[in-house]
Protein backbone atom coordinates (compact mmCIF):
# COMPACT_ATOMS: atom_id res chain seq x y z
CA UNK A 1 0.00 0.00 0.00
CA UNK A 2 1.32 3.48 -0.78
CA UNK A 3 1.16 6.24 1.86
CA UNK A 4 -0.83 8.42 -0.41
CA UNK A 5 -3.55 5.57 -0.44
CA UNK A 6 -3.29 5.13 3.28
CA UNK A 7 -3.88 8.93 4.09
CA UNK A 8 -6.83 9.31 1.82
CA UNK A 9 -8.64 6.48 3.04
CA UNK A 10 -7.68 6.58 6.96
CA UNK A 11 -7.46 10.10 7.32
CA UNK A 12 -4.21 9.63 9.44
CA UNK A 13 -0.45 10.76 8.52
CA UNK A 14 2.42 8.39 8.47
CA UNK A 15 4.78 8.06 11.38
CA UNK A 16 7.34 11.16 10.54
CA UNK A 17 8.70 13.07 12.53
CA UNK A 18 8.49 16.79 11.87
CA UNK A 19 8.91 20.34 13.64
CA UNK A 20 5.43 22.39 14.12
CA UNK A 21 5.22 25.52 12.13
CA UNK A 22 6.59 28.77 14.06
CA UNK A 23 3.77 30.00 16.03
CA UNK A 24 1.97 33.12 15.57
CA UNK A 25 2.42 36.03 17.38
CA UNK A 26 0.35 37.02 20.48
CA UNK A 27 -1.07 39.75 19.54
CA UNK A 28 -3.06 37.21 16.66
CA UNK A 29 -4.50 34.67 18.54
CA UNK A 30 -7.46 34.26 20.07
CA UNK A 31 -7.63 33.06 24.08
CA UNK A 32 -8.20 29.28 24.22
CA UNK A 33 -8.64 29.39 20.84
CA UNK A 34 -8.18 25.61 19.12
CA UNK A 35 -9.07 26.60 15.35
CA UNK A 36 -9.15 30.48 14.21
CA UNK A 37 -10.35 31.03 10.40
CA UNK A 38 -9.71 34.47 9.13
CA UNK A 39 -11.13 36.18 6.01
CA UNK A 40 -11.17 32.38 4.16
CA UNK A 41 -12.01 31.66 0.78
CA UNK A 42 -11.60 28.38 -1.40
CA UNK A 43 -12.20 28.39 -5.07
CA UNK A 44 -12.34 25.20 -7.54
CA UNK A 45 -11.73 26.43 -10.99
CA UNK A 46 -14.38 29.19 -10.97
CA UNK A 47 -16.57 27.42 -7.99
CA UNK A 48 -16.45 29.28 -4.95
CA UNK A 49 -16.99 27.21 -2.35
CA UNK A 50 -16.16 29.25 0.82
CA UNK A 51 -16.06 33.08 0.79
CA UNK A 52 -14.54 35.35 3.25
CA UNK A 53 -15.17 32.66 6.29
CA UNK A 54 -13.84 33.61 9.59
CA UNK A 55 -14.42 31.41 12.46
CA UNK A 56 -12.52 30.95 15.68
CA UNK A 57 -13.47 27.26 17.52
CA UNK A 58 -12.23 27.46 21.38
CA UNK A 59 -10.85 24.14 23.23
CA UNK A 60 -13.76 22.22 24.17
CA UNK A 61 -16.14 23.17 22.20
CA UNK A 62 -18.87 21.44 20.74
CA UNK A 63 -20.08 23.23 17.51
CA UNK A 64 -22.87 22.22 14.49
CA UNK A 65 -21.72 23.65 10.96
CA UNK A 66 -25.50 23.76 8.95
CA UNK A 67 -26.79 24.35 5.96
CA UNK A 68 -28.07 22.69 2.34
CA UNK A 69 -25.83 20.75 0.13
CA UNK A 70 -23.09 22.75 -1.37
CA UNK A 71 -23.06 25.57 1.56
CA UNK A 72 -19.08 24.39 2.22
CA UNK A 73 -19.70 22.43 4.77
CA UNK A 74 -17.51 19.52 3.16
CA UNK A 75 -14.95 22.01 2.35
CA UNK A 76 -14.95 23.75 5.51
CA UNK A 77 -13.91 20.38 7.46
CA UNK A 78 -11.12 19.47 4.78
CA UNK A 79 -9.49 22.71 5.03
CA UNK A 80 -9.45 22.68 9.15
CA UNK A 81 -8.08 18.76 8.43
CA UNK A 82 -5.86 19.82 6.02
CA UNK A 83 -7.02 17.89 2.81
CA UNK A 84 -7.32 21.49 1.51
CA UNK A 85 -4.85 24.72 1.96
CA UNK A 86 -7.38 28.47 1.07
CA UNK A 87 -7.46 30.24 -1.67
CA UNK A 88 -7.31 33.40 0.18
CA UNK A 89 -7.12 34.18 4.30
CA UNK A 90 -5.25 31.94 7.25
CA UNK A 91 -6.32 29.04 9.04
CA UNK A 92 -4.35 27.97 12.09
CA UNK A 93 -5.10 24.24 14.01
CA UNK A 94 -3.47 23.85 17.63
CA UNK A 95 -0.76 26.03 16.46
CA UNK A 96 -0.15 24.67 12.62
CA UNK A 97 -0.85 27.93 10.43
CA UNK A 98 -1.74 26.25 7.19
CA UNK A 99 -2.11 28.33 4.56
CA UNK A 100 2.01 28.35 4.01
CA UNK A 101 4.28 25.16 3.90
CA UNK A 102 1.06 23.32 5.59
CA UNK A 103 2.69 19.86 4.03
CA UNK A 104 5.55 19.80 6.28
CA UNK A 105 3.83 19.82 9.39
CA UNK A 106 0.59 17.70 8.19
CA UNK A 107 2.00 14.26 9.64
CA UNK A 108 2.02 16.04 13.26
CA UNK A 109 -1.08 17.99 13.01
CA UNK A 110 -3.03 14.58 11.89
CA UNK A 111 -2.08 13.11 15.00
CA UNK A 112 -4.05 15.71 16.75
CA UNK A 113 -7.22 15.94 14.19
CA UNK A 114 -9.62 12.96 13.87
CA UNK A 115 -11.99 13.04 11.25
CA UNK A 116 -15.14 10.82 10.62
CA UNK A 117 -15.68 11.02 6.54
CA UNK A 118 -19.44 10.99 5.65
CA UNK A 119 -18.36 7.94 2.90
CA UNK A 120 -16.91 5.75 6.21
CA UNK A 121 -12.94 5.02 4.04
CA UNK A 122 -13.09 2.00 5.99
CA UNK A 123 -10.64 -1.13 4.95
CA UNK A 124 -13.24 -3.73 3.43
CA UNK A 125 -10.18 -6.58 3.97
CA UNK A 126 -9.68 -5.66 7.46
CA UNK A 127 -11.85 -6.62 10.81
CA UNK A 128 -13.74 -3.94 12.64
CA UNK A 129 -10.67 -4.16 15.32
CA UNK A 130 -7.82 -4.58 12.28
CA UNK A 131 -9.80 -1.07 11.00
CA UNK A 132 -8.61 0.56 14.08
CA UNK A 133 -5.60 -1.07 14.85
CA UNK A 134 -4.21 0.15 11.28
CA UNK A 135 -4.90 3.69 12.12
CA UNK A 136 -2.52 3.36 15.30
CA UNK A 137 0.18 1.39 13.45
CA UNK A 138 0.04 4.13 10.68
CA UNK A 139 1.01 6.80 13.06
CA UNK A 140 3.31 5.40 15.64
CA UNK A 141 5.30 2.31 13.78
CA UNK A 142 7.10 1.47 17.38
CA UNK A 143 4.15 1.12 19.87
CA UNK A 144 3.90 -2.67 20.64
CA UNK A 145 1.30 -4.81 18.94
CA UNK A 146 0.09 -6.31 22.58
CA UNK A 147 -1.13 -1.95 23.07
CA UNK A 148 -2.15 -1.83 19.55
CA UNK A 149 -4.72 -4.54 20.56
CA UNK A 150 -5.95 -3.18 23.66
CA UNK A 151 -6.10 0.22 22.69
CA UNK A 152 -8.21 -0.74 19.31
CA UNK A 153 -10.16 -3.63 21.86
CA UNK A 154 -11.11 0.08 24.04
CA UNK A 155 -11.87 1.80 21.14
CA UNK A 156 -14.55 -0.36 19.77
CA UNK A 157 -16.41 -1.33 23.60
CA UNK A 158 -16.44 2.82 24.04
CA UNK A 159 -18.53 2.75 20.64
CA UNK A 160 -20.54 -0.46 21.19
CA UNK A 161 -18.64 -2.86 18.93
CA UNK A 162 -16.85 -5.33 21.31
CA UNK A 163 -18.83 -7.96 20.57
CA UNK A 164 -18.37 -7.33 16.64
CA UNK A 165 -14.24 -7.15 16.28
CA UNK A 166 -13.80 -10.08 13.82
CA UNK A 167 -16.68 -8.34 11.29
CA UNK A 168 -15.38 -7.52 7.96
CA UNK A 169 -17.09 -3.84 7.08
CA UNK A 170 -19.06 -5.14 4.52
CA UNK A 171 -20.63 -7.50 7.47
CA UNK A 172 -21.47 -4.76 9.70
CA UNK A 173 -24.66 -2.38 9.00
CA UNK A 174 -25.19 1.22 7.95
CA UNK A 175 -25.01 2.35 12.02
CA UNK A 176 -22.74 -0.13 12.96
CA UNK A 177 -20.02 1.19 10.54
CA UNK A 178 -20.79 4.77 11.36
CA UNK A 179 -19.80 3.98 14.78
CA UNK A 180 -16.39 1.94 13.52
CA UNK A 181 -15.56 4.88 11.86
CA UNK A 182 -15.90 6.87 14.99
CA UNK A 183 -13.48 4.16 16.86
CA UNK A 184 -11.02 4.69 14.17
CA UNK A 185 -11.29 8.40 14.49
CA UNK A 186 -11.01 8.43 18.11
CA UNK A 187 -7.88 5.57 18.69
CA UNK A 188 -5.23 8.37 18.33
CA UNK A 189 -6.90 10.47 20.91
CA UNK A 190 -7.42 13.57 19.33
CA UNK A 191 -7.88 16.69 20.69
CA UNK A 192 -10.19 18.10 17.70
CA UNK A 193 -12.59 15.73 16.10
CA UNK A 194 -14.36 16.25 12.80
CA UNK A 195 -17.45 14.36 11.72
CA UNK A 196 -18.80 14.91 8.13
CA UNK A 197 -22.50 14.22 8.27
CA UNK A 198 -22.40 11.65 10.62
CA UNK A 199 -26.00 10.84 10.83
CA UNK A 200 -26.53 11.14 7.12
CA UNK A 201 -28.50 7.74 5.82
CA UNK A 202 -29.35 6.90 9.96
CA UNK A 203 -32.38 5.88 10.74
CA UNK A 204 -33.07 8.45 13.74
CA UNK A 205 -32.02 5.53 16.58
CA UNK A 206 -29.17 5.01 15.31
CA UNK A 207 -28.10 9.38 14.29
CA UNK A 208 -29.10 9.73 17.98
CA UNK A 209 -26.72 7.14 18.86
CA UNK A 210 -24.21 8.57 16.93
CA UNK A 211 -24.28 11.72 18.26
CA UNK A 212 -24.61 10.60 21.79
CA UNK A 213 -21.04 9.36 20.94
CA UNK A 214 -19.63 11.82 19.87
CA UNK A 215 -21.38 14.29 22.76
CA UNK A 216 -19.53 11.71 24.69
CA UNK A 217 -16.67 12.08 23.78
CA UNK A 218 -16.75 16.35 23.89
CA UNK A 219 -17.77 15.72 27.44
CA UNK A 220 -14.43 13.86 28.01
CA UNK A 221 -12.56 17.17 26.74
CA UNK A 222 -12.19 17.11 23.12
CA UNK A 223 -12.83 19.73 20.93
CA UNK A 224 -15.90 18.39 18.15
CA UNK A 225 -17.16 19.91 15.25
CA UNK A 226 -20.00 18.34 13.36
CA UNK A 227 -21.21 19.52 9.81
CA UNK A 228 -24.85 18.55 9.56
CA UNK A 229 -27.67 19.29 6.69
CA UNK A 230 -30.37 18.70 9.70
CA UNK A 231 -30.74 22.13 11.61
CA UNK A 232 -33.35 20.76 13.18
CA UNK A 233 -31.31 17.89 15.03
CA UNK A 234 -28.31 20.08 15.38
CA UNK A 235 -30.75 22.96 17.30
CA UNK A 236 -32.07 19.99 19.76
CA UNK A 237 -28.36 19.09 21.19
CA UNK A 238 -28.39 22.59 22.52
CA UNK A 239 -24.43 23.19 21.27
CA UNK A 240 -23.02 26.58 19.22
CA UNK A 241 -24.40 26.16 15.39
CA UNK A 242 -22.85 27.87 12.94
CA UNK A 243 -25.14 28.32 9.68
CA UNK A 244 -23.54 28.13 6.28
CA UNK A 245 -25.21 29.07 3.12
CA UNK A 246 -23.48 29.15 -0.31
CA UNK A 247 -20.38 29.53 1.13
CA UNK A 248 -21.10 32.67 3.84
CA UNK A 249 -21.26 32.09 7.26
CA UNK A 250 -25.17 33.59 7.53
CA UNK A 251 -25.40 33.25 11.13
CA UNK A 252 -23.04 31.88 14.12
CA UNK A 253 -25.69 30.84 16.92
CA UNK A 254 -24.32 30.55 20.98
CA UNK A 255 -25.15 27.21 23.05
CA UNK A 256 -27.83 27.26 24.73
CA UNK A 257 -27.25 26.65 28.57
CA UNK A 258 -29.03 24.16 30.09
CA UNK A 259 -31.25 25.37 33.04
CA UNK A 260 -30.95 24.93 36.40
Known amino acids: MSREWVERMTGVTGAVEISPAPPARDGSRVAGALVEIEGVSRRFGRVVALQEVSLTIRRGELVFVVGPSEAGKTTL ?10 SRGSIRVDGFQLARRWRWFLPRLRRRVGVIFQDHRLLPDMTAQGNVAFALQATN ?17 EVGLAGRANAYPGQLSGGQ ?8 ALALEPVLLLADEPTANLDRGNAERVLELLERRWRAGTTVVVATHDQE ?8 TVQLREGRVVADLPAVEEAG
Open 77 to 86: LRLIHGDLVP
Open 141 to 157: LWLPPGEVAARARARLR
Open 177 to 184: QRRLAIAR
Open 233 to 240: LARSRGAR
